[in-house]
């Protein structure tokens, strides 16, 4: 459990409380699971709050919603605490003191820190985000919500810890006078559909004399063109015309594949393959397929050398 900025719209903020001020009932997950408070030393506390399978009876999964806003615990009289005196992120469960960051509020689709301001419980999996830049500062989006601004430590990093959501992130840089001077955003893919080639040396030709090669970028995309940064698909490359297959590669340094082959693994989503020409002009015609996935050709043009050079 831990606290990012309120959105009525994200699933991981939605926890529902069938307690009352009076009776004791469960904080119940948009998934279906429940908040639980077991804690061995109350008086140290313990953090974060577990999220489990709900099990009827289970004092540890009740709490009662005292009028202070204080959500106390059946099985240890603890109280929801927002960790290090409100400022969070981790939400836990400490011996109840009548602080503000053990106050919360229960709105339609979610419970706010009385402490934090416009900030809620969510349940969601934590992904740390780090950003480098020159910018005098940085703010976090995900989806939209602002995760805070932060000052840029000089040569060094900003980082959040947002909860995990799908959708797009996006960082942007200010300057001193709080311009927005840079952005950059990232969206989550969805699962292969596609391969993509790209050549990313000898675009304009390589020379038909037996030693020139083309490095060819192979990208693992979704259906919208967006490489997936997890996709390891094996894919199979042919080639035709005034040229052969030199080598792949993928930049995985635990991979065991061979190099001198017609087929690599994606990893993280890309690959590489590498063709030569021979002593003939003409177009090294390149294909690459994998299973469920729609293939790719590109060429590669190969051109009457301007000096001729010797064949080792």
Excluded at 38 to 47: F, L, P, R, V, Y
Excluded at 160 to 188: C, L, M
Excluded at 264 to 271: C, I, K
Aim: contains cysteine; proline residues 5%.
């Amino acid at each position: 459990m831990a606290v990012t900025s309120c959105n009525p719209s994200d699933k991981f903020q939605n926890i529902k409380f069938t307690g009352t001020s009076t009776s004791a009932g469960t904080l119940v997950t948009s998934d279906g699971r429940c908040i639980d408070a077991t804690c061995n030393d109350i008086s140290s506390g313990c953090a974060p709050l577990g999220i489990k399978t709900c099990v009827s009876g289970d004092q540890n999964q009740q709490f009662v919603h005292k009028s202070d806003g204080s959500f106390t615990n059946a099985a240890n009289n603890g109280c929801i605490d927002l960790w290090d005196s409100g400022t969070g992120p981790e939400v836990g469960v400490y011996q109840c003191d009548g602080g503000s960051n053990q106050h919360w509020i229960i709105n339609a689709e979610d419970i706010q820190s009385e402490a934090s301001g416009d900030r809620c419980m969510t349940f969601g999996p934590s992904s740390p985000v780090w950003a480098y830049t020159n910018a005098a500062s940085a703010e976090l989006f995900v989806n939209g919500v602002s995760q805070g601004k932060k000052t840029v430590p000089s040569l060094g990093h900003v980082e959040w810890t947002p909860n995990y959501s799908p959708g797009s992130i996006e960082v942007r840089g200010y300057d001193s006078s709080n311009k927005v001077i840079a952005t950059q955003t990232i969206q989550t893919t969805a699962s292969p559909a596609a391969i993509t080639l790209e050549i990313e040396a000898g675009s304009e030709g390589i020379y038909a004399d037996g030693q020139d090669a083309a490095l060819i970028k192979v990208s693992i995309v979704d259906s919208n063109g967006r490489v997936v940064p997890t996709a390891s698909n094996r894919v199979t490359f042919s080639v035709s015309g005034q040229g052969t297959i030199l080598g792949v590669g993928n930049g995985d340094p635990s991979s065991h594949e061979p190099d001198k082959a017609n087929y690599r693994s994606a990893f993280n989503g890309l690959a590489r393959v590498i063709v030569q020409s021979n002593l003939t002009p003409g177009n090294i015609n390149l294909s690459a397929s994998s299973p469920g996935l729609t293939s790719a050709s590109i060429t590669v043009k190969t051109v009457t050398p301007i000096e001729t050079w010797p064949v080792l």
